[in-house]
């Protein structure tokens, strides 16, 4: 059932991703609005888990699940029934995105109350391929739902989910929690809601309005795009947020995050690691699509059998990595995983090119799989196990917020990596192609260096066609174009790799093993065995 629910919380974007087009021409809006929806959906997501764990904390667990399902599922509903763009952002983004932030931060730990050693360790892999396979699993879904029948039918279905997962919630037992009903820091929430938004934000549109250079920035301030401007102020605020919750703690007052946490180095670990996992997966799953969509011109479902593998791949190595850890341990799962991503990024980057080579793109996706799933499998029981019952809702809200940040920072440097490569290529190819007139040459590499979007050829063709150049011009400049396309994925893969690389140095600190009772040190938090 709680991985019925995982499976349910993470499936939404991968569906709204491959549903843009079909939104866009039902609702009559523009895709830009959509990309809107899906951000403000992450938005919502990372601003109010940190305080969704703690209202778990003041009302019990399985309550907040229970309201945090009832909400997402009103917020299904209400996204199945929208008629225009300003229903979908209460729907979606608002509703289910609120609903979404108090359910997962209990969901963990109700699975923590719930089960002891060995069978907790396994439960919480079950949890890590339920997440991983509804983000590899949503495409293929929300492709054939959409192009067969209505991206609508998915929130439909989802409400049933969540009714059948609430009429079972009874048998779950209540975990300890708290000997008292902590106080909520409202003014806590609110710093660091405003200041996680503004974060992710940065992060998201940072492809859109430019990372230093503007782009399509709404504002330029003194010259230089809004994205460093935001996360500016994002940092401000989440600095003026850890202050307050040092004032609160020295005054004896209950804060929203005990900052005692951070120095438990188990938890520590778990947490940046987390936020790395999501990065790469993320990075990934924005390159892939872009390669198999745009690049070989796959549909919505075909890119979606294509990442089957990944799917099958990480279930099973999530399964088996509880019985590895207590063999191996958390830390030397988590590192081989990360080894194996590497070595996936890697392999993609030498299997890609203007054919699929579906033997060896098939075996690199299952070799991604692995990977992810050997980290995913332990990385929540490491989380979990390193605090005692009364910090667990806490705990949970600071995982998911480090899983939601490392999705918009995976998003937005792949992306950069991504969109800088193919301007920098494009404008070099372009500059040396002698079939070109110099003033083609010298005119489009201006233009060029101003950035390109990644696009499929054809629409790429089309625009040139439409800019008076002869067919041997466009034929050259659309060669050149599909050249560094592929330059720029493969660029964006070695970074990813060297992101997996440089993830290691995020495992230090995990636990050789994990016990099964730690001991629990001041403030509630635990210290397992380093």
Not at 142 to 150: A, D, E, K, N, P
Not at 341 to 363: K, Q, R, S, W
Not at 385 to 400: I, M, N, P, T, Y
Not at 475 to 495: F, I, M, T
Request: net charge neutral.
């Amino acid at each position: 059932m709680l991985a019925t629910a995982q499976v349910l919380l993470v499936l939404d974007t991968a569906v709204m991703n491959v549903s843009i087009g079909t939104l866009v021409e039902e609702l009559d809006t523009e895709v830009v609005a959509i990309q809107g929806v899906i951000t403000a959906y992450s938005l919502v997501m990372a601003a109010l888990m940190i305080t969704g764990g703690k209202l778990g904390d003041r009302w019990g667990r399985r309550r907040t699940f229970t309201i945090g399902m009832a909400i997402y599922a009103v917020g299904s509903a209400t996204t199945a029934m929208a008629p225009g763009v300003g229903v979908l952002v209460i729907g979606w983004s608002v509703l289910e995105g609120a609903g979404a932030a108090l359910a997962l931060p209990s969901l963990v730990a109700l699975v923590a109350g719930s089960y002891r050693g060995r069978e907790r360790a396994t439960a919480y892999g079950v949890l890590g391929a339920a997440a991983g396979v509804g983000v590899a699993v949503g495409p293929i879904l929300g492709g054939w739902v959409t192009t067969s029948l209505s991206w609508r039918l998915v929130f439909v279905g989802e409400v049933v989910l969540v009714l059948l997962i609430l009429s079972g919630v009874r048998l779950l037992s209540e975990p300890p929690g708290p000997a008292r009903r902590p106080e909520l820091d409202l003014v806590g929430a609110v710093l660091s809601a405003i200041g996680l938004a503004l974060v992710v934000l940065a992060a998201l549109q940072a492809s859109a309005w430019g990372w230093l250079q503007p782009r399509s920035s709404p504002v330029t301030p003194l010259g230089f795009s809004l994205t460093p401007f935001v996360f500016a102020g994002g940092v401000v605020v989440l600095a003026g947020f850890v202050g307050w919750q040092r004032r609160r703690e020295e005054a004896g007052r209950d804060p929203l995050v005990r900052l005692a946490m951070f120095a438990n180095a188990p938890l520590r670990a778990g947490l940046l690691t987390g936020l790395a996992q999501n990065t790469l997966l993320l990075g990934l799953f924005f390159t892939l699509p872009l390669y198999l969509q745009l690049v070989l011109g796959l549909d919505a479902f075909r890119t979606g059998v294509q990442l089957l593998p990944v799917s099958v791949a990480l279930l099973v190595a999530s399964l088996a990595g509880a019985s590895l850890a207590g063999r191996l341990g958390p830390r030397t799962v988590v590192r081989v995983g990360l080894a194996m991503i590497m070595a996936a990024a890697l392999g993609v980057l030498a299997v890609i090119g203007p054919e699929l080579a579906g033997t060896a793109f098939a075996i690199t996706m299952a070799l991604l799989g692995t990977g992810m799933g050997l980290v995913a499998s332990q990385l929540g029981n490491v989380v979990q196990s390193s605090v005692d019952d009364a910090a667990r809702s806490e705990a949970g809200g600071l995982q998911f917020t480090a899983q939601n940040l490392g999705a918009a920072l995976g998003t937005a440097l792949v992306g950069a990596m991504v969109l800088g490569s193919l301007t920098a290529t494009f404008g070099a190819s372009v500059a040396a192609d002698e079939r070109l007139e110099p003033a083609l040459r010298a005119d489009a590499a201006v233009r060029i260096s101003a950035g390109v979007p990644f696009a499929d050829t054809d629409t790429v063709r089309d625009a040139l066609a439409a800019a008076d150049l002869s067919d041997d011009e466009v034929d050259a400049l659309v060669e050149d174009y599909a050249e560094a396309q592929l330059v720029g994925l493969r660029s964006a893969l070695l970074g990813v790799a060297a992101l997996a690389l440089a993830a290691q140095a995020a495992t230090r600190r995990l636990p050789r093993r994990v016990d099964e009772a730690p001991t629990t040190a001041e403030g509630g938090v635990a210290a397992p065995q380093a």
